[in-house]
């Protein structure tokens, strides 16, 4: 928790007004676009599951949506919570 308050407030003690405005809308940014994409993932693995296609195609969505979602995870952790 305390490294989560820091990164909060470090562009504000540093980089002032100016610079902590922009950090929050980057972070912002960088989370309505996770959003947006782990939802579009989701909808892909619930379609993968309960949609009737060949089990191939099915796998294929499955992994694919898996690692969409795991690779905007990382992206966004590292825009978001791990900026130094």
Known sequence: MNKILHSLS???RHGGVIAGVLDMLL??????????VAWLSLRFIYDAIFVEIIWAQK???LGYSALILTTVSVLAYTAVWDRE
Do not use: D, G, N
């Open 10 to 12: 470090s562009p504000w």
């Open 27 to 36: 972070r912002v940014c960088a989370l309505i676009i996770w959003c947006a």
């Open 59 to 61: 796998m294929w969505w």
